[in-house]
């Protein structure tokens, strides 16, 4: 019994050694992030950025997640905008139902930061603050 044993031991061993071997030479999986970075598609959907709106609401109406807000002055035009990049799932529907085009999505996506105010865009007048 102990013989058998020890020969099924020895058995997955080598098939142990056989799988390291036969992976060794391949071309590796991963990347060295953030030495190397990865080509992005160009259909990458990264952070959204705002140039030239003329606040017609379009893109918080058909924002799945509510990351888009307005404010309005006293004349009922739109003073300025926000883009809450915690609440953005970057699903691209701003960008695509935008009439003017003002909204595009960058292919940044090193969003990570220690400061979490950071990560809410706000718009004066189609600039960025």
């Given at each position: 019994m102990g013989r058998w044993v020890m020969?099924?031991?020895?058995k997955g061993l080598f098939e142990g050694l056989f799988t390291v071997f036969k992976h060794l030479f391949k071309r590796p999986v991963t990347l060295e992030y953030p030495e190397k970075k990865r080509e992005l598609n160009d259909n990458f959907r990264g952070k959204p950025v705002v140039e030239g709106c003329i606040g017609c609401g379009i893109c918080q109406k058909v924002c799945p997640?509510?990351?888009?807000?307005?404010?309005k002055d006293e004349n009922g035009k739109v003073s300025s905008y926000?883009?809450?990049l915690k609440k953005c799932m970057f699903c691209g529907n701003c960008e695509y139902y935008c009439p003017k085009g003002a909204?595009?999505?960058?292919?940044e996506y090193e969003l990570a930061t220690d400061d979490i105010d950071e990560l809410v865009l706000k718009y004066n007048g189609g600039c960025n603050d």
């Open positions: 020969l099924g031991g020895i997640t509510g990351a888009i807000s307005f404010t926000t883009v809450d909204i595009k999505l960058t292919k």
